[in-house]
């Protein structure tokens, strides 16, 4: 019992007071990502036969040109399916449609990044028995899709050799946590003046982890090697 | 990055786990942010002045533990603290660049201190 003039011993003996009223800690040690988490779990589990890939990089680096023409490259070989996000319009997805993937659109309005439970709603729009590979092309934006775990397999950044050499030291997160770089549109890499040494060396930093695909979605150059990977992925999954 | 948003979830938590400890107020909220989260301590103060309004936590102060980026050298069998501005983990001893982040992405409610 605690009265008046026991401070002292109170103190001694550590006495914490559950009383109401009393100032007292409460343990969380939970993640503000908790719940997003938590739907990324359950988006695996649904994505366990299909490849999934997240596909990221700032807007304009040919994420929708590249997955074209991966789509046209692997007709007949692999099914795609395609979730794509943007803020307005429907563009992306009817672009994949026609190139002939089955592909679902996600407006987020203002939203600058896809999270877990955006992606949940979409793929019920898909028949995931009848494909292969899961694309899910990510908002163009290299800062906010890191911290957002969608149930992929695979966390691809596509770089273009019109963005200079140090994206990688720019964006160290998305980067950190890429499998695969692709460097697009070497086609014109000498008339922008692209340095790929010094840019596979910035990726070579901040991403050594990452295994780094050279191509050009207009031409074609080094589409092989991407379509290749994404069947060994493939074959790996479901071994 | 999105410390409104950030900082109305971890309110909506607090909130949760006062209640369930039967607490009347929320005093502090104590955040532990990664290093490498993306997220930027002034900006979660700013976003908290905001977001506690009319809350159990609309008088708590905020407390943000900074985790620095740690990563593994499989070649020294060692962790060391990474260089945060760019993001670059190479082995300070041997000199070998890391993919092995074990610190650095936390984005965690840590404790709270409560009352009533």
């Keep these: ?17 559950a009383e109401p009223g009393d100032a ?6 939970k993640s503000l990502m908790a719940h997003n988490d938590q739907v990324a779990r359950a988006n695996r589990e649904a994505f366990r036969g299909v490849l999934t890939l997240n596909v990221t990089s700032s807007p304009g680096s040919g994420k929708t040109a590249l997955l074209e023409a991966t789509a046209r490259a692997t007709e007949g070989a692999l099914r795609l399916g395609v979730i794509v996000g943007d803020l307005e319009t429907d563009n992306d997805a009817v672009r994949l449609q026609r190139a002939g993937a089955p592909s679902v659109q ?23 028995g009848a494909i292969d590979v899961l694309v899910i092309e990510n908002v163009g934006n290299l800062v906010c899709p890191a911290a957002w775990d969608l149930g992929e397999d695979l966390r691809v ?23 695969v770089v692709i460097v697009n549109k070497v ?14 060396a910035n990726v070579e930093q901040v991403a050594p982890q990452a295994q780094v695909i050279e191509l050009s979605a207009r031409t074609g150059d080094g589409l092989e090697a991407w379509t290749g990977f994404l069947a060994g992925r493939l074959r790996a999954k479901r071994a | 990055m999105h410390e409104l948003g950030l900082m109305l979830r ?7 786990e006062a209640r369930a400890a039967n607490a009347a107020r929320i005093d502090a909220i104590h955040l532990e942010v990664g290093a490498l989260s993306g997220v930027v301590r002034e900006a979660l103060e700013f976003a908290f002045q905001a977001a506690r309004a009319g ?8 407390e943000v533990v900074v985790v620095p980026a740690t990563a593994y ?28 982040l074990r610190q650095g992405r936390e984005l965690n409610l840590s404790h709270l201190e409560v009352s009533g």
């Design chain 2, 73 to 100: 050298c499989g070649s020294c069998d060692a962790t060391f603290e990474m260089d945060n501005r760019f993001g670059i983990a190479s082995c300070p001893r041997c000199g070998t660049p890391s993919a092995d």
């Design chain 2, 55 to 62: 809350t159990m936590a609309e008088r708590a102060h905020l």
């Design chain 1, 187 to 200: 086609d014109i890499a000498d008339a922008v003046g692209w340095d790929r040494a010094q840019a596979l």
């Design chain 1, 24 to 29: 007292r800690t409460v343990q969380v040690q």
């Design chain 1, 106 to 128: 996600i407006a987020t309005g203002t939203v600058c990044h896809l999270e877990a439970e955006m992606v949940a709603r979409a793929a019920e729009a898909l028949d995931l």
């Design chain 2, 10 to 16: 971890a309110i909506e938590m607090a909130e949760a």
């Design chain 1, 157 to 179: 950044v596509l770089l273009a050799v019109t963005e200079g050499e140090d994206k990688p030291l720019k964006y160290p997160r998305l980067f950190k946590g890429a499998d």
């Design chain 1, 1 to 17: 019992m605690n009265t008046p003039g026991d401070t002292r011993d109170v103190r001694l003996r550590g006495y914490v007071s």
